[in-house]
T-cell receptor, first 117, second 117 residues
Framework: KQEVTQIPAALSVPEGENLVLNCSFT??????LQWFRQDPGKGLTSLLL?????REQTSGRLNASLDKSSGRSTLYIAASQPGDSATYLC????????????????FGQGTILTVHP | GAVVSQHPSWVICKSGTSVKIECRSL??????MFWYRQFPKQSLMLMAT?????????EQGVEKDKFLINHASLTLSTLTVTSAHPEDSSFYIC?????????????FGEGSRLTVL
């Protein structure tokens, strides 16, 4: 059974800092890994998708890496801003040989990020 | 990116009534949609996989007679919470994958907050 863990559970930083969010998963047989952002009371916004064959993806100030062999992914946020404050969720889509549950997404517990001015 | 719309965004109902939540993929087709629920300060838990034209696949511990899922078309899945009780109060989120893009990336709706009095 896939388990996803995110560290730290919460992070508070001053504006402008570079920061790293960590995600680890127990089963390396993944299809891809996705990082999301969730604002309070809202749905999820996809930030970055890393295919299992890729090592990293970049979008603006965000960079996500994937090391399947060690079961780890990191989300790097450069020059953090107050608007980055949200919960960041990491999720892996497991490989599934057929069946209607192909692509089941397993979420970590999230990291609550607060960037203060 | 692809857009997934949920309706209603919030609903309050009396105990014993049924509530229907719609999930639509607005600009893409999806044979599979996923329904999640999220309790306060917790991560998303997969409830069921909705399959167009066939029965949904439910996760262990989720009552299929309680949470009725219908996926009548390639752009619409509905979740009906039958005979709702206060413990069903939660944030329900759906997601879908773009068949054409087929990157495995999942797009999420904005969520529906259900409060059962």
């Amino acid at each position: 059974k896939q388990e996803v863990t995110q560290i730290p559970a919460a992070l508070s930083v001053p504006e402008g800092e570079n920061l790293v969010l960590n995600c680890s998963f127990t089963d390396s047989a993944i299809y891809n890994l996705q990082w999301f952002r969730q604002d309070p009371g809202k749905g999820l916004t996809s930030l970055l998708l890393i295919q299992s064959s890729q090592r990293e993806q970049t979008s603006g100030r965000l960079n996500a890496s994937l090391d399947k062999s060690s079961g780890r992914s990191t989300l790097y946020i450069a020059a953090s801003q107050p608007g980055d404050s949200a919960t960041y969720l990491c999720a892996v889509i497991s490989l599934y040989a057929g069946g209607t549950s192909y692509g089941k997404l397993t979420f970590g517990q999230g990291t609550i990020l607060t960037v203060h001015p | 990116g692809a857009v997934v719309s949920q309706h209603p965004s919030w609903v309050i109902c009396k105990s014993g009534t049924s509530v229907k939540i719609e999930c639509r993929s607005l600009d893409f087709q999806a044979t599979t949609m996923f329904w999640y629920r999220q309790f306060p300060k917790q991560s998303l838990m997969l409830m069921a996989t909705s399959n167009e034209g066939s029965k949904a696949t439910y996760e262990q511990g989720v009552e299929k007679d309680k949470f009725l899922i219908n996926h009548a078309s390639l752009t619409l899945s509905t979740l009906t919470v039958t005979s709702a009780h206060p413990e069903d109060s939660s944030f329900y989120i759906c997601s879908a994958r773009d068949l054409v893009q087929n990157t495995g990336e999942l797009f999420f709706g904005e969520g529906s907050r259900l409060t059962v009095l």
